[in-house]
């Protein structure tokens, strides 16, 4: 168990509808990051925040946007949702000894 | 750009045996972490093992072990006495760091293809 929880665990929506997923954990770690994950594959970087600010972003749209708060949860927000967008959707929370990053058991997306 | 490669899509041993997971990467930078990680049916992403490029001495976590060569830039995991909970997904994954006046800051991680391990008993 890494501490680190979210929600929900799998959902269903509709091609154009928008989502919000959400991470949190016990202990505050200042970063997070965000990952994708389509089926049989690695997760891919989507962004990180630290300290409530993006300070890196992978080779996704404007349209995944996410916010850190001040108690370290955080969100996933994707809008107009594509079929492509259905993945396990992963975020990580960073800050021990070698910056090791803790990931969320993920929330399943699966867009129809 | 960093890229990691994992060439085995599938692995299996007999449990109480040896197995060995291949991954190679591709960097310019000097500095950064190497990671396991085991993924199980749970979808957990759990940290198995971590390597840190500047340390020449390989890193062991009780049964799991690897071999870094940086030269060849290769990480590869070696599972001992292998147990029927070891059966996973198992991703290679590479992280910049980048050491400066103020501290280090990271970069994201990067993971390979994934090798999926299947324990016969």
């Known amino acids: 168990e890494t501490g680190v929880t979210q929600s929900p665990t799998h959902l269903i929506k509709t091609r154009g509808q928008q989502v919000t997923l959400r991470c949190s954990s016990q202990s505050g770690h200042n970063t997070v990051s965000w990952y994708q994950q389509a089926l049989g594959q690695g997760p891919q970087f989507i962004f990180q925040y630290y300290r409530e600010e993006e300070n890196g972003r992978g080779n996704f749209p404007p349209r995944f946007s996410g916010l850190q708060f001040p108690n370290y949860s955080s969100e996933l927000n994707v809008n107009a949702l594509e079929l492509d967008d259905s993945a396990l959707y992963l975020c990580?929370?960073?800050?021990?000894?070698?910056?090791?990053?803790?990931f969320g058991p993920g929330t399943r997306l699966t867009v129809l | 750009a960093q890229t990691v490669t994992q060439s085995q899509p599938e692995m299996s041993v007999q449990e109480a045996e040896t197995v060995t997971l291949s991954c190679t990467y591709d960097t310019s930078e000097s500095d950064y972490y190497l990671f396991w990680y085991k993924q199980p049916p749970s979808r957990q992403m759990i940290l198995v093992i971590r390597?840190?490029?500047?340390?020449?001495q390989n890193a062991t976590e009780n049964r799991f072990s690897v071999n870094f060569q940086k030269a060849a830039k290769s990480f590869s995991l070696k599972i001992s006495d292998s147990q029927l909970g070891d059966a996973a997904m198992y991703f290679c994954a590479y992280r910049s760091a980048r050491r400066h006046a103020g501290g280090t800051s990271y970069g994201k991680l990067t993971f390979g293809q994934g090798t999926i391990l299947t324990v016969h008993p």
């Open positions: 390597q840190e490029a500047y340390k020449q």
């Open positions: 990580a929370l960073g800050g021990g000894p070698y910056n090791e990053q803790f």
